[in-house]
């Protein structure tokens, strides 16, 4: 029996002036608040699991969990919990049930089912698979979750060109990690602008 495979999505609850705080300050706040809105619903519309994997949404706060109506019904809906970034990524990593886990965010319009169907193949070859963003970060983290799980993000400058890197630095001398396309992340205006001009709006 093949183990399963495993989406998580992390999401913030949509509201008003609670979601994408840097591009507000660009386009205002409904506007990056309907931004937001669209791209989680055309995200989960995409990435649904139709069976190749099985598909979660980690959402923030915690207490949207109990907004079932709102989220898709073949995605399960679990909390975040509480911490940093990097606490709640790797709380995820730990306690999902055993298989490789990727976990993408909900701030790349460019992101499609083909990147999540690569990087559970890489898993198949690699301990750990990443998606770069073209400002240092990364849209896409994977782990293969054997013969350990690796506490992949401890003394990560979060938002920073490093972000990236310092997560690289948590992995052992003996573990490998591959590298997807390099996609972007809208979180202001001038990204936002370049997906407008040239992106696949689909």
Known sequence: MSVPRHLVIFAKAPRLGRVKSRLARDIGLVAAWAFYRRTLASVLRRLGGGGRWQAWVAVTPDAWVAHQALWPAEWTIIPQGQGGLGERMD???????????????TDVPGLRRRHVEAAFAALGRHDAVFGPASDGGYWLVGLRRRPRVVRLFGNVRWSSEHALADTLANLGPSQTAARLDMLEDVDDGAALARWLKGGDRR
């Open 91 to 105: 709380r995820a990593m730990r306690l999902l049930p055993p298989g490789p886990v990727v976990i993408v965010g």
